[in-house]
């Protein structure tokens, strides 16, 4: 310093006062070059500096703190509807986890650019703006998007329908099979993952997967269904009608029992055995061969129901009619036709 003011062409009180004057110039650039290092003057952001896209230049760091945390609480707590099938449920980032980091972008933006000192003190000096951007770190819980994706699986879940030809409390159900659907949680964790990721985005599909029956229509095999309350016999191939046939069930005083039954046997040209000779039957032989007048006719399926037979009978009159003893009658040629259609072991359903 001394050698600089020494070629300066000076009088002696003028290089004392500008001794005096360049000292004190140094010692600001050296205060304000200390300053720049923490910000700036009084602990303040340079200007120029961003944070994703927040002026916070000549902001304290409190003040930088509620601008940048404003503006990120808008991205955070944004809608996102989120649709699944015909359904629809509100997500907030916030609200699965995510945040931002404000307090260390803050403390970024502070710190200023790498500054040589001499560039430190033109800035300051000068009140020339720096050129720096700060980018706002997200935080994330990942395990809270998934926790919600677990919420809503309950709520779109359609249960898949097996195939049904049944009595339910003595009535006919007859019900198709459905795919039900579920909610994949770690595909839908996946997806929403990337929806978050995309800033700005308000919306969100998730897709449902496919749940098959466990019993199909054509599964169900061979069924009789007989209506006493119209004296019908039906012939279903799964839930599918492959003939129908008229008959005769129990007259007042005896019970054609409702219920599910099975065909344990099956009889050509049976022989009558009377199996009531002392009520009922009394009067009756105690057997009948197989011939025109057989009460069984000449074809019977003999179901696990205790005396109770579908067969043909010489009485066509009382086909459609409640006659019988408890059997269920048909015509003759229907009796034939019916037998070879059904092997034991096909389900009975018989009903009011």
């Known amino acids: 310093m001394s050698g600089l003011l020494g070629r300066l062409p000076l009088s002696g009180w003028q290089r004392v006062a500008a001794a005096v004057v360049l000292a004190v110039l140094l010692l600001a650039a050296g205060t304000a070059a200390a300053a720049a290092r923490s910000g700036g003057p009084s602990g303040r952001i340079?200007?120029?500096?961003?944070?994703?896209?927040?002026?916070?230049?000549?902001?304290?760091?409190?003040?930088?703190?509620?601008?940048?945390?404003?503006?990120?609480?808008?991205?955070?707590?944004?809608?996102?509807?989120?649709k699944v099938g015909?359904?629809?449920?509100?997500?907030?980032?916030?609200?699965?986890?995510?945040?931002?980091?404000?307090?260390?972008?803050?403390?970024?933006?502070?710190?200023?650019?790498?500054?040589?000192f001499a560039g430190r003190v033109w800035h300051e000096v000068a009140g020339r703006p720096v050129t720096m951007a700060v980018r706002l770190e997200t935080t994330t819980r990942d395990e809270r998007v998934a926790a919600f994706a677990?919420?809503?699986?309950?709520?779109?879940?359609?249960?898949?329908?097996?195939?049904?030809?049944?009595?339910?409390?003595?009535?006919?159900?007859?019900?198709?099979?459905?795919?039900?659907?579920?909610l994949d949680v770690a595909a839908a964790t996946r997806g929403l993952l990337k929806v978050l990721a995309e800033a700005g985005?308000?919306?969100?599909?998730?897709?449902?997967?496919?749940?098959?029956?466990?019993?199909?229509?054509?599964?169900?095999?061979?069924?009789?269904?007989?209506?006493?309350?119209?004296?019908?016999?039906?012939?279903?191939?799964?839930?599918s009608v492959v003939k129908t046939y008229g008959v005769a069930t129990a007259k007042t005083g005896f019970v054609t029992p409702s219920g599910t039954w099975t065909v344990i046997a099956k009889l050509v040209n049976p022989t009558w055995h009377n199996p009531a000779p002392d009520t009922w039957?009394?009067?009756?032989?105690l057997v009948i061969p197989p011939g025109?007048?057989?009460?069984?006719?000449?074809?019977?399926?003999?179901?696990?129901?205790?005396?109770?037979?579908?067969?043909?009978?010489?009485?066509?009159?009382?086909?459609?009619?409640?006659?019988?003893?408890g059997c269920i009658r048909m015509r003759i040629p229907d009796a034939e036709d019916l037998y070879p259609r059904v092997p034991t072991g096909t389900r009975v359903l018989i009903h009011s």
Not at 88 to 116: E, H, I, Y
Not at 209 to 228: N, R, S, W, Y
Not at 306 to 320: K, L, R, V, Y
């Open 46 to 82: 340079l200007s120029g500096v961003t944070i994703d896209g927040v002026d916070v230049g000549g902001m304290t760091r409190a003040q930088a703190v509620a601008a940048v945390g404003a503006d990120a609480a808008r991205s955070l707590h944004r809608g996102i509807i989120v």
């Open 201 to 239: 985005r308000t919306d969100a599909r998730l897709a449902l997967a496919p749940v098959a029956p466990k019993l199909l229509d054509e599964q169900l095999g061979l069924t009789i269904v007989i209506d006493k309350s119209v004296n019908r016999l039906t012939l279903y191939r799964g839930l």
């Open 281 to 285: 039957g009394a009067g009756e032989p």
């Open 150 to 182: 677990r919420r809503i699986a309950p709520r779109v879940a359609v249960a898949p329908q097996d195939a049904a030809l049944k009595l339910e409390d003595g009535r006919l159900v007859a019900r198709h099979a459905r795919s039900g659907r579920y």
């Open 292 to 325: 025109p007048g057989n009460p069984l006719g000449t074809r019977a399926l003999a179901l696990n129901a205790a005396g109770i037979f579908i067969h043909g009978t010489p009485a066509a009159w009382s086909i459609g009619s409640h006659a019988s003893h």
């Open 86 to 116: 015909d359904k629809r449920f509100r997500m907030t980032p916030a609200g699965v986890g995510r945040g931002k980091a404000v307090d260390q972008a803050v403390d970024r933006a502070l710190a200023g650019p790498r500054l040589s």
